[in-house]
């Protein structure tokens, strides 16, 4: 793309969320320019919606899985439901204010086609978000029903998505914002309507077309002016597998998602595994150097698809009086340390968590057993530290008395 041995001045990002787009059709549709993407980088097959029957069981509805990447975390941490966005805990930041808390130049954007995104998820100018502002913002166009009458077919929004993607392309192009957020709404829209069909492929082939033009913008500033840039493309949930018209619940097509992206160090977790929605920002931090506090990177559920990593995906389990721990191992060798909190500080005010160390062990044992009696009951956070990455996971035990008739039993939750 204009340089062989290039010497980059300055790394960038922009993600774009195609919305409801179920993998299956998104493999099944000509998408040239995606595929062009994809080529540089890769292609995966990726989930949303926490884990399944777990204590982060996260609906697969939009707004939800909108701040799930965008505070690397599932829905029992962001408290973000459904599309009401009735209170979000902002107390998990997005990437927007990791970064501009990181570095207060960085110049931030987004291009929406539904301004609640900026407003609500981002939360705008909010007390609770430190005021956060965004340098470039082009959205709620959907609310101007004068230029754009909302119509049954749902074409107003189809010409907002058109309008967003070439804004978005032009300010990438000329004003190239440190990190970008374009959302385009129309094939979740076909998606309700007409479910599997071609209408809904259309709708696809649209989007390629719509990410093309922001996809020079950015081929032109590589070029033209030898930055450096990180495109993550994905969706927000799957549809449901008898007709593909609705989603919210967790069956595996409204669960899978898929994603796109140019990087070039792509990790055996992204090439090997499924990753999830909740890696995009540490993938994200970790390519622009974003110094994440301590506090805040033992709360995230994800971590990053790019560079050298050592572990993913702890689970905890109670078996034979003991907490059970696992994890997958990606490096082959090293130690990991493993620590636990009994306080949810930070989830209600911010406040740092103290983990107390529990053992270090192998890494390669992909395991590690305790006994339940030697920690303390209710919420507990544990940590999973390795050279390159940690990973957390909660055992939550509710004690929930359920009367029938004269019998009672207790049951812990997990």
């Not at 967003?164 to 094939?187: G, M, N, R």
């Not at 990180?230 to 069956?251: F, M, N």
């Not at 994800?302 to 050298?308: E, Q």
Request: hydrophobic share 35%; no cysteine.
């Amino acid at each position: 793309m204009g340089f062989s041995n290039p010497v980059y001045s300055q790394k960038k990002v922009v993600f774009i969320i195609l919305d409801g787009i179920p993998a299956d059709v998104l493999e099944n549709t000509p998408t040239p320019n995606l595929d062009e993407i994809a080529k540089l980088g890769g292609y995966t097959k990726a989930y949303t919606g926490g884990k399944a029957g777990s204590y982060s069981e996260t609906p697969t509805i939009s707004a939800v899985g909108y701040n799930s990447l965008l505070t690397g975390t599932w829905a029992n941490k962001h408290n973000v439901w459904g599309n009401e966005i009735k209170a979000p805990n902002y107390n998990y930041w997005t990437i927007f204010r990791f970064f501009r808390d990181a570095n207060s130049n960085a110049k931030l954007g987004i291009y929406s086609t539904w301004e609640d995104n900026r407003t609500k998820l981002i939360g705008e100018g909010l007390q609770e978000t430190d005021f956060l502002k965004m340098d470039y913002s082009f959205d709620g166009f959907e609310k101007d029903t004068l230029t754009y009458p909302h119509d049954s077919q749902k074409k107003y929004i189809q010409k907002i998505d058109n309008l967003v993607s070439y804004e978005a392309a032009f300010q990438l192009k000329t004003i190239a914002p440190d990190l970008s957020w374009v959302y385009l709404e129309y094939t979740d829209d076909m998606g309700h309507r007409y479910g599997d069909s071609p209408e809904l492929a259309e709708a696809v082939a649209l989007a390629d077309r719509q990410v093309g033009r922001i996809y020079e913008s950015i081929r032109y500033r590589e070029e033209k002016f030898g930055e450096e840039w990180l495109i993550l493309i994905t969706t927000d949930h799957g549809r449901k597998a008898e007709d593909g018209k609705d989603h919210g619940g967790q069956s595996d097509r409204e669960r899978e998602i898929w994603m796109i992206t140019n990087a070039k160090e792509l990790n055996s977790y992204f090439k090997n595994y499924t990753p999830a929605m909740v890696d995009i920002l540490p993938t994200i931090a970790s390519f622009l150097k974003i110094d994440l506090p301590e506090k805040a990177i033992k709360e995230l559920d994800g971590v990053p698809l790019i560079g050298d990593i050592s572990l993913i995906n702890a689970n905890a389990e109670i078996q034979s009086g003991s907490v059970k721990l696992t994890w997958v191992p990606i490096q082959k060798t090293g130690k990991v340390t493993v620590s636990y909190a009994s306080t949810d500080n930070f989830g209600q005010t911010g406040n740092v968590d103290n983990y107390t160390k529990i053992a270090d062990i192998d890494l390669s044992a992909a395991e590690f057993r305790i006994p339940v009696a030697e920690l303390p009951s209710g919420k507990l956070k544990f940590w999973i530290q390795g050279e390159n990455n940690g990973v957390g996971v909660w055992l939550i035990r509710l004690r929930l008395n359920f009367a029938k008739s004269i019998t009672k039993r207790n049951l812990w939750i997990f």
